[in-house]
């Protein structure tokens, strides 16, 4: 059984500061990541995807890669409350499926 | 705005039903993935089509069926509905299957079952 492994949360964090999203994966043969965004009740939205160990950049984002670790995180600088929402880390799994975590609940003080 | 549309956004159906939820893929994407999403769970892979044909499927029973227009639109089908069939329930769309494609999500369709 594939699975992927997310915080659920709720992780607190001071407007302005960076937020750490944590995910870790079981299939070591995964190539693809992705991080979505869900606010509640709506649709996920894809915010970031990475391929290659490191770290990808993209404005406050940053997704960084550990395949060694079988590890996937996501960093927001200077956090908004408009980032306040549910993130999702996601894996894809052969060529034809996505398996997804449960979330990380992150909620941005003001 | 993705370009990925469902219908209906809303549905309440009577345990034992049967329900189809449709969904119209981004312009250029050939392929289709459903995902139901339960209250606090991330999503469930359901099953994926490519090019009008099933390309890979989750760990859901066969009363949840499917299909792929030429158009690359697909829809949902699913018989004898049960009470934990009450979702969200997603379709999203890539331009192929496999390895480094984004999948972008459509809002989703609130599946009640009473």
């Known amino acids: 059984q594939k699975e992927v492994e997310q915080n659920s949360g709720p992780l607190s964090v001071p407007e302005g500061a960076i937020a750490s999203l944590n995910c870790t994966y079981s299939?070591?043969?995964?190539?693809?990541f992705f991080w979505y965004r869900q606010y509640s009740g709506k649709s996920p939205e894809l915010i970031m995807f990475?391929?290659?160990?490191g770290d990808k950049e993209d404005g406050r984002f940053t997704a960084q890669l550990n395949k060694a670790s079988q590890y996937v995180s996501l960093l927001i600088r200077d956090s908004q409350p408009s980032d306040s929402a549910t993130y999702l880390c996601?894996?894809?799994?052969?060529?034809?499926?996505?398996?997804f975590g449960k979330g990380t609940r992150l909620h941005i003080l003001p | 705005e993705t370009g990925v549309t469902q219908s209906p956004t809303h549905l309440i159906k009577t345990r034992g039903q049967q329900v189809t939820l449709r969904c119209s893929s981004q312009?250029?994407?050939?392929?289709v993935s459903w995902y139901q999403q339960a209250l606090g769970q991330g999503p469930q892979f359901i099953f994926q089509?490519?090019?009008?044909?099933?390309?890979g499927r989750g760990n859901f029973p066969p009363r949840f069926s499917g299909l792929q227009f030429p158009n690359y639109s697909s829809e949902l089908n699913v018989n004898a509905l049960e009470l934990d069939d009450s979702a969200l329930y997603l379709c999203?769309?890539?331009?192929?299957?496999?390895?480094?494609?984004?999948?972008?999500f459509g809002q989703g369709t609130r599946l009640t079952v009473v």
């Open positions: 999203a769309s890539s331009l192929q299957p496999g390895l480094n494609t984004e999948a972008f």
């Open positions: 299939d070591r043969g995964s190539q693809s």
């Open positions: 990475i391929y290659s160990n």
């Open positions: 996601a894996v894809m799994v052969g060529d034809d499926k996505i398996i």
């Open positions: 312009s250029g994407h050939n392929t």
């Open positions: 089509y490519y090019r009008e044909e099933e390309n």
